[in-house]
């Protein structure tokens, strides 16, 4: 279900990807969180691209995109840091 979601940095508005199957962003990157790697596992998980098609190259930016990101908390990247006097 699309929604908005608002904090204290930003406005979150989630976007349709694919309008056959009433897929968002939102779920396509969750779903690539919890390990759905590839455009075909995505489809087969939400139904993405299993229509019309015409998302399909959408659908793999978002995927790729997602695979990609950065950790972020409350709008800031998390970096890691390395603390070599800890080792
Ligand atoms: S828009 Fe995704 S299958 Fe048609």
Not at 18 to 33: G, P, W
Not at 69 to 82: H, M, N, Q, R
Request: hydrophobic share 40%; aromatic share 6%.
């Amino acid at each position: 279900m699309p929604s908005v979601i608002k904090n204290h940095y930003q406005w979150v508005v989630d976007m349709y990807v694919c309008i056959c199957n009433a897929v968002t962003d939102r779920e396509i990157k969750k779903a690539v969180k919890q390990g759905v790697n590839t455009f075909d596992q995505v489809r087969d998980q939400l139904g993405v691209a299993s229509c019309c098609g015409q998302c399909e190259s959408h659908a793999r930016e978002v995927i790729n995109e997602a695979r990609t990101a950065k950790p972020v908390f409350a709008g800031i990247p998390l970096i890691p840091v390395s603390m070599p006097h800890m080792a």
